[in-house]
């Protein structure tokens, strides 16, 4: 059985976590993706799956290959759509990620529109409060919210965002405001983990060491926890937006003009001339400029 056909077999049987489902998706009999899935095991020579009467789940080499095969199939894809001639209109498989809250507000619009008008485009997207493998998840573009690293990816900027310390009105009623940064340290604190945690918070430059008593590991959970009067929580200027407006939660120490964080789109060179990435990137920029993100001298409605 061709290779490149088992390589699909395999993704499609990972993404659904059932043969039957992966055969109607590929459009082939349930019996041909149980060959091709065989076939590959025993050309790798490696178990890719558990199978049960229940449920199909992969073993540590699947996982191990699963984003390997990703790649492959999208480095396929994108030398067919050159070759063919398809810049212009995008068709195929489009792979973004995005932070959870971020990707729910700005970038879904976006894909929205991009699904409406491209009638052979398929989008996947992946939304979590990590920093995602690019290359080696086989993403085609990630949103970034901060400070990026050295690396060979490319990156677009679009914008920014601020941080804000926020704590609920009763929590401020029995501590007190907080007025200068070092006050933070007699505070009861809200840490994140994630790309975005950190042991000190930066104000007006100024680095405050901090030790949270509560560390959550999502946003929504950190919001929850500083609407219900458990500390003064760092969090981002779209993130808090909705609950400053309902009064669930105030600014504090806003003078202290905490950090600017860029948010940039990163790509692999060779997706940059592909149809879906540059519609994308346009779609963002537009949508970035309309939600007030690109004024960096005051980033307050995001």
Known sequence: MDRIQTLEMFVAVADRGSFSAAARALRVSPPAVTRGIGALEHR??????????????????GSAFLPRARRILADIQDAERQVSGARSEPRGQFYVTAPVMF??????????????????????MMLVDRNVRIVEEGIDVAVRIGMLVDSSLLAVPIGFVRQKLVASPAYLARHGHPDKPSDLTRHRTIGTTGPRAAGEWRLDQEPVKLRPRLLLNTVDSAIAAAEAGLGIANLLSYQVEGSIRQGKLIEVMGSAKPK????????EGARRSLPATRIFIDGMKSRAADQGLTRSHDPQKV
């Open 260 to 267: 600017l964080l860029p948010i940039n789109l990163l790509f």
């Open 103 to 124: 990707g729910r507000l700005h970038v879904l619009p976006v894909i929205g529109t991009m699904l409406e008008q491209h009638e052979q485009l398929d989008i996947r």
């Open 44 to 61: 790798l020579g490696v178990s890719l799956f558990h199978r049960s009467t229940r449920a199909v789940s992969l073993t540590d080499d």
